[in-house]
């Protein structure tokens, strides 16, 4: 599995940005694909996650309301739109990609998403939010 992140920039808070995750190699029909931010300092945390069969969703409390993810199993795609960009959300954003369900399927029953359950990870994106 490979993952390329793309869209990442600079903008003003309140801003907006859609970040890109072009996904090779996997089976959208089968696995889940995530989010996770790590900001300078601090641990990487999950933001957000799909699982592209049934467009199953997860978000974390922080970005509840301003981010949405969906994805296009026909490019192979997954998107994270951001709105109401905050300066806390300043930060390398991933893709994580793995070919079982449950990684997503536990955070959206409340546990939260482990960066310890994805097998595949990109480069990451930069997304800094100034104030």
């Known amino acids: 599995v490979q993952l390329v992140e793309s869209g990442g920039g600079l903008v003003p808070a309140g801003g907006s940005l859609r970040l890109s995750c072009a996904a090779s190699g996997f089976t959208f029909d089968e696995g889940v694909i995530a989010w996770f931010r790590q900001a300078p300092g601090k641990e990487r945390e999950g ?74 990870w990109g480069q990451g994106t930069q997304v800094s939010v100034s104030s």
């Open 47 to 120: 933001v957000s996650c799909i699982r592209p069969s049934d467009t199953t969703t997860y978000l974390a409390n922080s970005v509840k309301g301003r981010f949405t993810i969906s994805s296009d199993k026909d490019k192979n795609m997954v998107y994270l739109q951001m709105n109401s960009l905050k300066p806390e959300d300043t930060a390398t954003y991933y893709c994580a990609a793995d070919g079982n369900e449950y990684p997503c399927l536990r955070a959206v029953l409340g546990h939260g998403l482990l960066k310890t359950e994805f097998g595949s």
